[in-house]
């Protein structure tokens, strides 16, 4: 299947975990595909798997410096830009009473403004046919206990998507969000715990952990053609944690 033949993405976070399954699958799509993450042998080590179709860009998305390096590179080798999947994220647990402001910063700024600027930055290298993928995540519509934060960047991150819809009206410009739930990546496990991660896992209608090949392969569909009458919308991955 060669659905993105010719395009040119660009995947946020995409050294490791959903971000890198999604490298994988649009590659085997037909794509060339740009990953930009923080930690070089993170990003060294994904180009080892990825092959020739994949370069890799050592930034984070809350530098609007490290930003604009990035879609430079695209420009001057690739042109234009085909798919963007502001992918890269970060939480961590307090309860209310013991949210910090480093905390609410650290997040908001990877989350949301992270996103924001990636996103914004990359308009002008797209045309007609574009698609602008966001990761959200359940949590984003369902209360979860010493995670308000995070649950709330996300949420703002669904409403980025209906806003952003109608102003790229008439660009031919997609944007949605793809919300997965729990997936077995390594920072999940890190921050959740492998023990309560499976744990949660089996509460899901599913009956266990998605794996990231899984939603990788729905951000493939909303990023070909596929999916072309698809923009504001919201699409779950997550075994059916949050629709029951």
Known sequence: ??????????????????????????????????????????????????????????????????????????????????????????????????????????????????????????LPLMQAGGSIILTGSTTGVMGTPQFSIYSASKAAVRNLARSWAQDLRGTGIRVNVLSPGPTRTDLALSVVGEAAFEEMGATTPAGRLGEPAETAAAAAFLASADSSFMTGSEMFVDGGMAQI
């Open 1 to 122: 299947m060669d659905r993105l033949a010719g395009k040119t993405a660009i995947i946020t976070g995409g050294g490791s975990g959903i971000g890198l399954a999604s490298a994988k699958r649009f590659i085997a799509e037909g794509a060339f595909v740009y990953i930009f993450g923080r930690r070089q042998d993170v990003l060294d080590g994904a180009l080892a798997t990825l092959g020739d179709q994949a370069r890799a860009v050592r930034g984070s998305v809350d530098d609007l410096g490290d930003l604009d390096r990035l879609y430079a590179t695209v420009q001057a080798e690739r042109g234009t830009l085909d798919i963007v999947m502001a992918n890269a994220g970060t939480g961590s647990f307090a309860p209310l009473g013991q949210i910090t402001s480093e905390q609410y910063d650290q997040t908001f700024d990877v989350n949301v403004k992270g996103l924001l600027f990636t996103v914004q930055q990359a």
